[in-house]
């Protein structure tokens, strides 16, 4: 598989060509949203958790790692100027990372519409850098590949997951990249991963992280579900189930590793293969820790509703007959027909790969609107739960 993508300095090359405005304070997001407005190809990144988690350097990394995805040709960066979180902080990785910034402070840009003015000028020069770069080739082997599930019924775990799983597999021997994540729908999976780490430090980190993460979200007393209305909805009746189902979307490959998402910084693959992540299973955030581990696309399963992402496109597939709709990438019902086979949906994944790869837009990209959700892990409750272990 080849591709026309967008070069950039450092030897990446991006299957889009976005300018990111990250407003550092959420104060910033009205100016960050008007200024957007005037420039085209700008996506709009905004803490929204407020300039106080400052020292949280798993939301920082995040929004650093989303500016130099190889998406993302330059950012604009803007912060109150009372906040937490000083711009360099951001600006000087992206820039070393060889993309282009630009930055200002709103309290020395004596108002909000001097404010908005001096961000627009900016943008555009941005943009006008952009657009400077020509396509050049691309090869399978330097695509990052992530793989979410959402909304998932028994559709899921039948026909969209072992498709994507299969798609994965060859995308993989083909020489790309592939990264799963959420690590909480794999509970009870865990030594069936461990067989295919390529090692025991490998297989014992996954057994690790998986704890860990189901420990965070099923405190005792707290009643959080990690099972939704619409999983019970479409059929699945429990965790385990749940979990069943969505192991098959991680294929058969062998897994190189589990990529770590925390505090302590922001893993990257460091070789091609398959990996597990700490990408939270939450949608939104998790589109964002896969822009930020510099992932191109996103393989996306579902038995219902929709999900998106503005710097990574999402390819969406499904199983259920009810969720065929305009806003749905590849039709994996034929399976549940029993009239296709789980290779031939493969395929027509793989064929809408190669296609977004080279420019062709998913079928609500650019439509279906959706927020850089930023998610982090509370150092709190981190704290207090594993304190004294070694990450």
Known sequence: MKFKGYRRKDGGIGIRNHILIIAVDECCEGIARKISHEVEGSIVLTNHYT????????LVNTMIGS????????????SMGCGSIDNEVLAAPIRERGRDV??????DMKGTQNSINTGISLAKSLRKKADACELSEGRIEELIIGIKCGGSDTSSGLASNPSVG??????????ATAVAGELIELITCEDILRERAVNDEVGE???????????RWHIEGTD???????????????????SLGALYKTGTAPIQGVLTIDNSGMEKPRDRGFYLSEVTHLCGGAGMHFAALGAHLILWTTGS???????????????????????????????????????????????KVEGVANGEG?????????YCTLYQKDQRLEKLMFKGCSK
């Open 51 to 58: 300039c106080m988690y400052a020292g949280n350097e798993e």
């Open 67 to 78: 500016a130099i995805n190889p998406n993302v040709s330059g950012a604009l960066i803007i």
């Open 102 to 107: 630009e930055s200002f402070v709103v309290r």
């Open 166 to 175: 299969r798609a994965a597999d060859i995308l993989v021997e083909g020489g």
């Open 205 to 215: 980190k996954i057994l690790k992280l998986i704890k860990e993460e189901s420990d």
């Open 224 to 242: 959080v579900e990690t099972m939704s209305i619409g999983n019970s909805v479409g059929g699945l009746t429990t965790l385990e189930e749940k």
């Open 305 to 351: 509703a929709g999900f998106n992402n503005a710097i990574v496109p999402v390819i969406r597939v499904s199983g259920n007959e009810s969720c065929i709709n305009e806003d749905i990438d590849v039709d994996a019902t034929g399976i549940m027909r029993g009239e296709e086979s789980v290779d031939s949906v493969a395929q027509k994944i793989l064929d």
């Open 362 to 370: 998913t079928v609500i990209e650019g439509i279906g609107y959706s």
